[in-house]
């Protein structure tokens, strides 16, 4: 739970990002998840040439899938870290992040893949409804792109917001080309406390939407 001063931090802080923002293309909840984006990252170009980007159903897919206690596939125990835990324990979300497992390590040497991509292929099962989150590696993204095309895994939601030199923004490019609900980005930036922030947004509008 926040503290009062924790809070107060935490409202100032929103009421310097509306100051300084100026104009913006976002509305109602695209918005609070943006502002959530710059609020983690100090970084305004989140709404600006780094611009968010959203699916027409991508929030609700988000919102409906979290406050059913679908599972959250993350690509990097990092942003486990940094995710609500109140949030998931009230809503019995189950977070999966297999980047450290030896199998994974195993099966992506023999492979000569990433563990990222393989982190996320041994998940396809529990994708199928849940939200799927990668802020760091292009490659699982991408792993999660063909799994859809595969018709292997159908996530409620995929946020893809990888941050990197190496097909970051190009991966961005090919999740806008699937039919599935998404939240991205444009460009290189991203990372795991944006990840983060989606999700975390999301659930309070959840919260704030259920009050």
Request: charged share 25%; proline share 3%.
């Amino acid at each position: 739970m926040q503290t009062r001063k924790g809070q107060s931090i935490e409202d100032e802080s929103m009421e310097i990002i509306e100051r300084e923002i100026g104009t913006h293309p976002y509305t109602g909840y695209e918005w609070q998840v943006v502002r959530r984006v710059i609020h983690s990252t100090a970084d305004f170009d989140f709404a600006r040439q780094n611009g968010m980007i959203f699916h027409n159903g991508g929030i609700k897919a988000g919102l409906d899938a979290l406050k059913a206690g679908k599972n959250i596939i993350v690509d990097v125990n990092g942003i486990t870290g940094l995710l609500n835990k109140q949030n998931l324990a009230d809503f019995k979300n189950d977070v999966i992040c297999d980047i450290s497992n030896p199998d994974v390590v195993k099966e992506a040497t023999k492979l000569n893949k990433t563990r990222a991509q393989t982190a996320m292929r041994i998940r396809s099962h529990e994708m199928n409804g849940g939200v799927v989150v990668v802020g760091n590696a292009p490659t699982a993204l991408l792993e999660v792109i063909q799994m859809v095309k595969e018709k292997v895994a159908k996530p409620a939601l995929i946020v893809g917001i990888p941050v990197g030199f190496v097909a970051a923004a190009e991966s961005k490019d090919e999740l806008q080309s699937i039919d599935v609900p998404y939240i991205t980005n444009k460009g290189r930036k991203g990372g795991t406390p944006c990840a983060a922030a989606i999700i975390n947004a999301l659930f309070k509008i959840v919260r704030e939407s259920s009050s």
